[in-house]
């Protein structure tokens, strides 16, 4: 069975570490924003630390990744950057069929490095956690005031814009709706199937082909 390498061992290693930290700030930011900070959850539990320390310190990570991926893997960004604003033409062919094509697997042909719903969630995704870091690293270092009140508000709704795109992410990136079957392999073992990747990936498959 023919396989074909999508992303580099580096690259899976930075996506883990960045859906990692993604993940623990989501728990503990929503946990915490539901008013439960007195009592610790399971994640504070199995850590020994305040949810807000654990908050805290994953969010310096993640801005830690964050400043890696802009400077010593500023050409990996700009080419992420690139691809995820390059719209064409058919690609509303493409969310036209979508519904339908994540069960029969049909969709639309476009000639991406990503299909379009991953350009637009690429999109939602580094900007809000753009705010969210910048609004997290502001709040670290102002202790009241109304320039805390505006900052954690705009936290507040950076991470509820997030949630739902992360949400849908894992859903689709895991594989199990029909028409996305096999694609968890491409990120977390880095090759996948040939088949797959012309059924999802056709533009980056033929260019990568033909080398």
Not at 57 to 71: F, I, K, M, Q
Not at 121 to 128: D, E, F, P, Q, R
Request: with cysteine; hydrophobic share 50%; proline share 3%.
């Amino acid at each position: 069975m023919a396989f074909i390498e999508r992303y580099s061992r580096r690259t899976r290693w930075f996506h883990a570490g960045i859906y990692v930290a993604v993940l623990v700030l989501l728990a503990t930011g929503w946990w915490l924003a539901l008013g439960r900070e007195g009592r610790p959850s399971p994640l504070a539990r199995v850590t020994g630390l305040a949810d807000t320390t654990v908050h805290l310190w994953t969010g310096w990570g993640l801005a830690g990744l964050a400043g890696v991926a802009v400077t010593v893997g500023v050409r990996a960004a700009g080419t992420f950057l690139v691809e995820s604003v390059r719209f064409r033409r058919g690609d509303l062919r493409w969310f036209v069929r979508w519904p339908a094509a994540v069960w029969t697997g049909r969709f639309a042909s476009h000639d991406g490095h990503f299909d379009p719903g991953q350009r637009v969630a690429n999109l939602v995704l580094t900007g809000c956690l753009a705010v969210l870091i910048g609004s997290g690293v502001g709040l670290a270092f102002i202790d009241g005031g109304i320039g805390f009140v505006v900052l954690r508000q705009i936290h507040r709704w950076a991470t509820f814009a997030l949630t739902p795109v992360v949400v849908g992410h894992i859903v689709i990136a895991s594989g199990i709706l029909p028409g996305y079957r096999g694609v968890a392999r491409s990120m977390h073992g880095g090759r996948l199937r040939v088949e797959t990747a012309k059924r999802v990936w056709p533009g980056w498959l033929h260019r990568t082909q033909n080398r």
